[in-house]
């Protein structure tokens, strides 16, 4: 049977899902679409249920969240850089609702486009800087978090390069 | 939206294929007389419109039902329970399904806005609530109930015998069905429960509770046969999957006897042509029993529950089956030319080390076979969270458990494992269930229109598999490697980086070759696949309306079956 667990933890979990589901509703004005090609699949694999007390960057990397970055040479061969960070916690469970835009340092702020389960957006970064932090802030079950996110913009640059995308947090 | 004050009820829960649960409610309620709809709920951002749809009803429905039916779904339920409570519906709340039965004591408890739970199935208990609920009828009297007393207590009515399975009406098909290639799909289930304990199954442990206690139980022929006749002719559909947990008896000879039944029930019928996707174990695999399948049932899949290859794995999941079935399996459906997809559990409470070569192993000797893997979960009700809470393993409350694994070892070894495999493994977008999907697509063309299959789509879709599979395995040892090497404490930042970025970019070049094959496929037959379904497009197609059409007034009426029956 279930464990006893702690009512007024669960009733505000519950709470808490609903504001951030309230809230995303009232940010994207629509529900999300199912794919139009779900592949047939018998028993899907279930999502591990993971409870950190301590919810780092790092742990939603690990568990929830996939960040992808490039290199887009555009207009004056000005090199920018496209993000796309996507919750990839399984569609039914919406564990991760992206919230507001990314703040940047190091860099100008390009395009945005937000869902609430995937953030695209570009910048260019700031002549001299090295690295370039991003924060965004989610809902994690409906309880405020931020991914704390950097890139090294040092290296060598050349269109569709991919560039790692880290936390200053990863698991080690 | 209701057009008439006639009691309706909503029917809330995931639609992504035809729900049979919510829709054998749905033909129970319809035939007692009360009107209902179906309002998918898929994430949660279908909270906010099903809020929306019954906000909007002219009439409030009499009773909002919802599906707790998964547990990792459960948060979504109660939120809009809540909700529904703050936007001023006073109408019953009740919910239902594995998860809601097995917590309905603490849901009733932290939840004064939810009004009851329906214990175990439900078709004759939603009934005699709703018809309490129109009359103003007590609840007390109703058996399969969790309630509230007058002094706020929870309590249970008493349960109810399961109900022959022949007595239920069949579901309601409302709506578009999904298709693969233009082939119709419906689901169905020939039997409820399975004749296996595993410990990790909340769908053994839920009908190993039922009183009396009903571990298995089988739809007469004909029933299941009328039904398929009525399917294919009423509403076109080619391809059958038995939602079944285990389509197979435990005895081989029965189990063949049931399926010839069957073929000669749907041939009396006059129904043609037709693929089949069932669940086996793998000790059920017989050579006269799946080529029977395949020659007289159009056996176009088979999802094989291996879960796991390991010694160990198999004794701690109970699984009732040696690594002998696993292997003789899998070697029969080779050489029937099945097509067959399976699950590993890699990761369970007490995996070793060891027990994970095991299942690599096992994956390598399958490369070209899609399947997926990941870590047993503590369902609520089952023994394994038993155990796990016995041993003070588990962490966090009803709505879910997690463990750590047995070793500090194995522990880092799947944390790192589902950091850099997540995006492949889980979610829709996961390319391991992906790839089942393009291969069955292949199968599907393969079975309906021979004249036009390339012997060359099948080889390729073995190859994306083959590709995934050995990437995974290298990904995976890797990571072992690492953790037996530098400790479990080791900075593995180099390790995940790398990892994620080559996981990432392989996935990247196979799921744009799957989505080819599957343009060619849909090319060469001429027509389109729709594998999920759209129930809110279903819902606005019939604007105002809140319970079956005309047209659809029959849909659940066996006298149907007489138009069928030749």
Redesign the interface.
Request: charged share 20%; proline share 6%; glycine share 8%.
């Given at each position: 049977?279930?464990?006893?667990?702690?009512?007024s933890?669960?009733?505000e979990?519950?709470?808490n899902?609903?504001r951030?589901?309230?809230a995303?509703?009232a940010v994207?004005g629509?529900?999300?679409q199912?794919?139009?090609?779900?592949?047939?699949?018998?028993?899907?694999?279930?999502?591990?249920?993971?409870?950190d007390a301590n919810q780092t960057t790092d742990y939603y990397?690990?568990?929830?969240v996939?960040v992808?970055a490039h290199w887009v040479i555009g207009a004056g061969n000005v090199y920018s850089v496209a993000v796309v960070i996507?919750s990839?916690?399984?569609?039914?469970?919406?564990k991760i609702?992206f919230t507001a835009n990314p703040v940047l340092v190091g860099a100008t702020l390009g395009s945005v486009d937000r869902t609430?389960t995937q953030v695209s957006f570009s910048f260019t970064p700031t002549a001299s800087v090295s690295e370039v932090r991003f924060d965004v802030a989610i809902n994690c079950?409906a309880v405020a978090d931020t991914l704390r996110l950097r890139v090294d913009v040092s290296g060598p640059r050349s269109n569709n390069a991919?560039i790692?995308v880290?936390s200053g947090e990863?698991?080690? | 939206m209701p057009s008439t004050a006639q009691p309706w009820v909503a029917l809330v829960g995931?639609e992504?294929?035809e729900n049979l649960g919510l829709r054998q409610l749905a033909s129970a309620l319809n035939g007692a007389g009360f009107e209902c709809e179906i309002l998918p709920c898929?994430?949660?951002?279908?909270?906010?419109?099903v809020l929306r749809r019954i906000a909007s009803a002219a009439t409030p429905p009499l009773a909002a039902a919802l599906s707790l039916a998964?547990q990792?779904?459960a948060?979504?339920m109660?939120?809009?329970?809540?909700?529904l409570r703050e936007q001023g519906f006073r109408g019953h709340i009740t919910a239902g399904g594995h998860f809601g039965t097995?917590?309905s004591a603490?849901l009733l408890?932290?939840?004064a806005e939810l009004d009851s739970i329906c214990r175990y199935e439900a078709e004759q208990t939603v009934v005699e609530l709703c018809r309490a609920l129109r009359d103003g009828q007590p609840l007390t009297q109703i058996a399969g109930l969790g309630l509230r007393d007058a002094a706020g207590q929870t309590m249970t009515t008493p349960s109810r015998p399961p109900a022959e399975l022949a007595a239920l009406a069949w579901p309601d098909r409302r709506g578009q069905p999904t298709q693969?290639l233009g082939h119709r799909?419906s689901t169905l289930v020939g039997s409820r429960g399975c004749y296996a304990r595993c410990s990790f199954c909340c769908i053994a442990a839920w009908h190993g509770l039922t009183e009396p206690a009903v571990r298995f139980r089988l739809r007469p022929v004909d029933d299941l046969a009328d039904e398929m006749a009525w399917l294919y002719h009423r509403q076109q559909t080619e391809i059958f999957?038995f939602?079944d947990d285990n389509f197979f008896l435990p005895r081989r000879a029965d189990s063949l006897a049931r399926i010839h039944a069957l073929a000669d029930a749907l041939a009396a019928r006059r129904v043609g042509h037709i693929g089949t996707?069932v669940?086996a174990r793998p000790n059920d695999v017989a050579r006269d029993v799946f080529a029977a399948m395949q020659q007289r049932l159009g056996l176009t899949r088979v999802?094989l529950g291996v879960e796991s290859d390991s010694p160990q794995g198999l004794t701690t999941l109970q699984r009732g089956v040696r690594q002998e079935h696993n292997h003789a399996a899998m070697r029969l459906l080779a050489e029937l030319g099945i097509y067959v997809c399976f699950?590993l559990l890699l990761?369970d409470p007490d995996t070793s080390v060891a027990g994970l070569e095991h299942n690599l192993r096992f994956m390598a000797e399958h490369v070209d076979t899609p399947h997926?893997?990941?870590?047993v979960?503590l369902y609520?009700?089952t023994p394994l969270?038993?155990r796990m809470?016995a041993e003070s393993r588990?962490?966090?409350?009803?709505?879910?458990?997690?463990y750590d694994l047995a070793t500090p070892e194995m522990q880092r070894i799947f944390?790192?494992t589902?950091?850099c495999f997540?995006?492949r493994?889980?979610?829709?977008?996961?390319l391991?269930?992906?790839?089942?999907?393009?291969r069955?697509d292949v199968e599907v063309c393969r079975h309906f229109h021979p004249e036009r299959y390339r012997t060359e789509w099948l080889a390729q879709a073995r190859q994306l598999s083959r590709e995934l599979t050995l990437d995974s395995i290298s990904g995976l040892r890797a990571i072992v490697e690492f953790v037996q090497c530098e400790g479990p404490g080791?900075?593995?930042?180099q390790l995940?980086?790398g990892l994620v970025?080559r996981l990432?970019?392989v996935e990247a070049d196979l799921r744009q070759r799957a989505t080819e094959l599957?343009q060619t496929l849909q090319t060469a037959v001429g027509a389109r696949?729709?594998?999920?379904r759209?129930g809110?497009a279903d819902l606005e197609e019939t604007g105002a309306h809140h319970g079956r059409s005309q047209a659809q007034a029959s849909t659940t009426d066996r006298g149907a079956q007489v138009d069928v029956a030749g």
């Open positions: 049977m279930p464990g006893e667990g702690n009512p933890t669960v009733r979990r519950a709470r899902h609903l951030g589901l309230l995303t509703s994207t629509a529900a999300a199912l794919a139009s090609c779900i592949p047939v699949v018998c028993d899907p694999m279930p999502p591990p249920l993971v409870c990397l690990y568990q929830f996939g992808q996507s990839y916690a399984t569609a039914a469970d919406k609702v609430e079950n991919n790692p880290q990863i698991e080690g | 995931p992504v294929e898929n994430s949660g951002a279908d909270v906010v419109r998964f990792w779904r948060l979504d109660l939120a809009l329970t809540l909700a097995f917590a603490e408890r932290d939840f693969c799909i999957i939602h996707v669940k999802f699950n990761f997926n893997f990941g870590r979960e609520a009700g969270l038993a809470q588990c962490r966090g409350d009803y709505l879910g458990s997690d944390k790192l589902m950091r997540g995006p493994n889980f979610g829709d977008a996961a391991a269930n992906r790839l089942m999907g393009t069955f080791a900075d593995a930042r995940v980086t970025q990432r970019a599957e696949c729709r594998h999920a759209d809110w």
